[in-house]
């Protein structure tokens, strides 16, 4: 079958859920025995997101190859059961660099070098390429921002080509709208809609299927008003209102026979006209039918923005599924506990357990650490994350170890106790962009009757990394003769894995392990986090 391309736009507003409308159809199409791959295209000029803050841009994804991209190659991962590359994120960064470094090398043939052709090819050369090493029968391409966005015209304009040179019948546009409703009168209103595919049209692109985000199901008069405005055929104009998960509007879709229409549209060639959701229907019933309620405190420093933790809120979703347990949240933010804006003792108080995130620097570390203290002294099962374990060692060595200055040279370097100290790989590194230990690694577990080993009932596992600072070995034979032991070591010789003896769930690890976190296939050790603070 030739491969087939669904471009997928957004107009009047950031943040309307393309990522998830994209996963969406990536799931159908699936269930329908395709090949799907998965393309977020973000026009800011950042080659990566690894140098961005959270605040900025939500969490950094880190994929199996070391990728640092935008959080939405996530909801791709999650939704479609895949594993994607570091390639499936395209940033102006990444092709402006590659325009100019063949430009330096002189392939352009003393060309000027001007954003059509050259750029716009760059950016058809790669999604083809992308499509073709993953073996998709349909490539399915994000574009972030919203139309109209200067940054985003020249990956538009690529996608209005595209539609020329693979035909109609090989590329279909959906266009992600708001449709507001107004509390003063309780209309939905059509105009921002409306205005947002005029603006696409005057780029070139008219859009087969507009999918509407709104807070309840558009009735009969809402769809004619935007087909009739728009252009676009009344059945291939669908709703995608409010819902309790996000994982019931691949659903919601199939529903209004979206399946079909990108069947008909696109002429697949498919096993079934149907896509097999039963698991999927499974997984969003126990999501909403939770036999008990658990609440979980979430320690970090970027809790005012959740998409900062998104990987991880979903993980423990996923777990929450499979066990049938509804986990409340309970933010704590890390910096205000440091200055004393909130009593720590209180919010702890009701708690059945918590997770100490993952996040870079000194702000809000002295706050992660008292509560950190509590959590050990109280028995509360608790999961530390990358630099949250870095902080559950500190916090060890300077309670029970009494190493009262001990720190981590990221944010002491002149404390006398090193207990977590740099990475050897990364001394003398100056570029901060995708330098630091990425992507899948090996982790050995060296004790059969730690916690760890039980989890995941294997001597070697594999996660995802992203870090610049490890655990101290020095400091090894200190920890261990307290109770509190390495169960996991990386190939290099530092420990990846500390779990505290004695306890009911107090255990750190140096990798991200909500990345590979599926909702048929929850990551073991949240589900086992989840099932010790549930029970």
């Known amino acids: 079958m030739v491969c087939k391309y669904v471009f997928v736009t957004g107009g009047v507003l950031s943040g309307l859920g393309k990522g998830i409308t994209t996963a969406s159809i990536g799931l159908l199409l699936k269930s329908l025995g395709l090949n799907i791959t998965a393309i977020k295209i973000d026009p800011y000029v950042n080659v990566d997101a690894g140098t961005m803050n959270p605040y900025m841009h939500g969490e950094v994804y880190v994929t199996e190859d070391g990728g640092e991209t935008d959080l939405d190659i996530g909801h791709y991962e999650r939704f479609l059961n895949i594993d994607l590359s ?28 001007q954003i059509i052709p050259h750029v716009t090819d760059e950016i058809k ?7 073709k090493e993953q073996g998709a029968d349909v490539v399915l391409v994000e574009i972030g921002g919203t139309v109209g966005d200067i940054e985003g015209l020249p990956f538009l304009e690529a996608a ?41 049209r005057r ?30 055929p009344y059945e291939a104009i669908l709703s995608n209102y409010d819902v309790e998960y996000t994982y019931e509007v691949p659903l919601v879709l199939s529903e209004q026979g979206l399946h079909n ?23 969003v019933n126990n999501l909403k039918t939770p036999t008990k309620d658990v609440t979980i405190a979430l320690i970090g420093k970027y809790t005012s923005l959740h998409d900062s933790y998104l990987s991880i809120v979903e993980a423990l979703k996923h777990a929450s599924a499979s066990l049938r347990v509804r986990v409340r949240f309970k933010w704590i933010e890390a910096s205000d506990v440091e200055r004393g804006i909130v009593d720590l003792s209180r919010c702890l108080a009701d708690i059945s357990g918590a997770i100490v995130l993952p996040g870079f620097g000194s702000r809000g570390a002295e706050g992660k650490i008292n509560a950190i203290k509590m959590l050990r002294e109280r028995d509360v099962p608790t999961l530390g994350i990358c630099f949250g374990l870095q902080l559950m060692v500190v916090e060890f ?30 001394e003398g590194v100056v570029y901060k962009g995708g330098t630091m230990r990425l992507g ?16 995941y009932r294997s001597d070697v596992i594999y996660e995802r990394h992203r870090h610049r600072y490890q655990i101290n070995p020095e400091y090894i034979d200190l920890f261990e003769k307290e109770g509190f032991i390495v169960s996991g070591y990386s190939d290099e010789g530092f420990p990846e894995v500390m779990e505290l003896r004695n ?21 073991p050790i949240f589900l086992e986090f989840l099932r010790t603070a549930s029970t």
């Open 86 to 113: 570091k390639r499936n994120n395209i940033t102006t960064g990444k092709i402006y660099l590659r325009v100019i470094e063949k430009e330096r090398r002189g392939d352009y043939l003393g060309q000027t070098v």
């Open 125 to 131: 050369d790669e999604i083809r390429s992308i499509g």
């Open 160 to 200: 209005r080509q595209m539609r020329l040179e693979e035909g109609l019948r090989n590329t279909l546009f959906v266009h992600v709208v708001l449709v507001p409703k107004l509390t003063t009168t309780g209309e939905l209103k059509t105009k921002p809609a409306q205005h947002s595919v005029q603006e696409l």
């Open 203 to 232: 780029i070139g692109i008219q859009p087969d299927v507009i999918i509407a985000r709104s807070p309840e199901p558009l009735s009969i008069e809402v769809r004619r008003k935007l087909a009739l405005f728009t252009n676009v």
């Open 261 to 283: 229409l990108l069947i008909d549209r696109l002429e697949l060639d498919v096993r079934s006209s149907k896509p097999d959701l039963t698991d999927w229907v499974e997984f």
């Open 397 to 426: 060595a300077r309670n029970v170890l009494n190493l009262h200055k001990a720190h981590s040279t990221e944010i002491d370097p002149n404390t006398p106790y090193p207990v977590v100290d740099l990475l050897t790989s990364q």
């Open 440 to 455: 899948s690694r090996a982790i050995y577990i060296i004790r059969k009757d730690s916690k760890i080993y039980s989890i």
């Open 503 to 523: 306890s009911k769930f107090f255990l750190g690890i140096q990798a991200h392990p909500e990345f590979k976190s599926r909702p048929l296939k929850p990551s």
